[in-house]
């Protein structure tokens, strides 16, 4: 039986201003990326995000951001190694202290935007998150988004790490993803077929035709597509069919 994890980012509205379809995706994934407040979030916001994954019984994590809610999160930001790590002990702690409420642990680390860029592109910023993990709580999981940072993650011995690939996003030959500026709905089988490819073959087909090897364990789904919840369902029918076990990242690393 393979077995494989559905993240999705949570959490992400805050005040009057909505972002996603939490309520309608839950029911479909099997850990949520909860925004920490920076990027996006609020603490009634963040309260609310971890009562429906527990009630829907789904593993929650961080996902920090650098703190510019304008640009949510997306835009370019001079901080230092130390500095990224303390947003993201900051933000850490705040999701540790609703999941408590609930007797909820939290599973897992997954940052956000340019906070996961400036990771990717410098080892040092993402040796200095990666030890302030291991720092909080070892058992934490890094949900690491490319293979660079996936590389610095495997330096560190006892650091828990889960690479994690992406079915309704193109991906370049070189594995990097090409971010659409305008979210447009996408076809189902595709974006299932591409599930069932990585999952089953840890590969997928780029947007020249080539294959390409996404040894991933985590399949992130964007759950502020338009027809996102279509994706879920048919994703789901296929795992079925194909015997894809959908499970927690706790259950994988």
Not at 16 to 36: C, F, H, L, Q
Not at 129 to 147: G, Q, R
Not at 215 to 222: D, M, T
Request: a negative charge; proline letters at 5%; hydrophobic letters at 40%.
């Amino acid at each position: 039986m393979v077995e494989i994890d559905i993240n999705c980012d949570m959490g992400e509205s805050f005040g009057n201003w909505k972002m996603g379809r939490d309520d309608e995706v839950m029911p479909y994934i099997t850990s949520a990326n909860v925004a920490g407040g920076f990027h996006a979030g609020d603490p009634h916001v963040m309260r609310e995000t971890v009562e429906l994954a527990t009630e829907h019984g789904v593993g929650v994590g961080i996902h920090p951001g650098l703190p510019d809610k304008m640009g949510f999160g997306r835009r370019t930001m001079d901080a230092t190694p130390e500095e990224v790590r303390d947003y993201v002990v900051y933000q850490l702690g705040a999701l540790m202290g609703f999941a408590a409420r609930h007797d909820l642990e939290v599973q897992h680390v997954k940052p956000h935007g340019a906070m996961y860029s400036m990771l990717s592109e410098s080892a040092d910023h993402a040796r200095a998150v990666m030890e302030s993990v291991l720092e909080v709580d070892p058992e934490l999981v890094y949900l690491a988004t490319d293979m660079n940072i996936y590389e610095v993650a495997e330096e560190f011995d006892d650091l828990r790490a889960v690479f994690e690939g992406y079915v309704d996003l193109d991906y370049n030959p070189d594995r990097s993803l090409i971010v659409e500026k305008q979210v447009e709905p996408k076809d189902p089988d595709l974006v299932a077929d591409r599930f069932v490819s990585i999952a089953t073959e840890g590969e997928v087909e780029a947007v020249n035709g080539e294959v390409i090897d996404v040894p991933a364990e985590s399949i992130c789904i964007h759950g502020d597509g338009p027809n996102a919840v279509e994706l879920l369902e048919t994703i789901h029918e296929r795992a079925d069919e194909h015997s894809i076990d959908l499970v927690g990242l706790d259950e994988l690393a």
